[in-house]
């Protein structure tokens, strides 16, 4: 049996390759020998059992096999809350929460209806949910696999105040009476070209979903659909507010058509534009 330090050195020494392996390493030790951060500072020496040590090891080869540290230990955190995730679940990104963000200064507060397109793990529909807690949101995704995981999110944050619909794009809302009463249609589209699908990393392209990432031959055409089929679900004057990637803004810009005002691009922490905001005034 070896010791918190000795199992410490040793991850760090085989996770070397990956970009900050004393973190990763500490973070399957914690999940491996169920360390608090408290014990885990305080006992370099603490012996660990030959079970944990076999649990541990056993989650540092599946990280050297190039599956994503989320979906290594199962969860993921965005806005301060943590995310089951597995296989099949697009893992939340930090700068999705600018999508969160930009959808609670325009609610204010208000009780509002929300339509949240392509959930997956749920985390931007739960974020919203935690922080209004009056409104009432849908969110919908094609993925019967990414509803459960989103469900069990919901129970986890004892968040009840969001129904989970399954259903490409708007079919889902079929049938919900929610033509023309949403003060809100938020999404995160798959918006990767094919070109640029070929240079992610191999993290993403062998583990993740490629329809959550893979947006057409220019990265445009799920937010195309996105922009036409909002209208008949918005109330006049609601917002339409969506990711884009790198270089992408003003493409998607230009596909807002008459009808759409107030559209306004802003820019994660690295100065990327990263979610667009649009507000319409009239039915198209």
Known sequence: MSTVHELLQEGRSLLHGVPAPAIEAKVFL???AGLSEVEFLASPQRI??????????RLLERRLTGVPLAYVIGRKEFWSMLFRV????LIPRPE???????TL??????KVTIVDIGTGSGNIALALAKELPAARIVATDVSARALRIAGLNAQDHGL??????????????????????CDFIVCNPPYVSAADWDSMSCEVRDHEPRRAFLGGRTGLDFIRRLIKGSPAFLKPHAHLLFEVGYGQAAAAVSLLGPGWTDVKSSADLRGIPRVLT???SERP
């Open 30 to 32: 914690l999940q491996a």
């Open 48 to 57: 660990i059992r030959a079970k944990d040590e076999q649990r541990y090891r």
């Open 86 to 89: 597995k296989p099949g679940v």
């Open 96 to 102: 999705t929460e600018l999508l969160v963000e930009k």
């Open 105 to 110: 200064e325009l609610a204010g507060g208000r």
């Open 160 to 181: 009840e105040n969001v129904a989970f619909v399954r259903g490409s794009l708007f079919s889902a809302l079929g049938g919900l009476g929610l033509e023309g009463s």
């Open 278 to 280: 649009a507000r319409i």
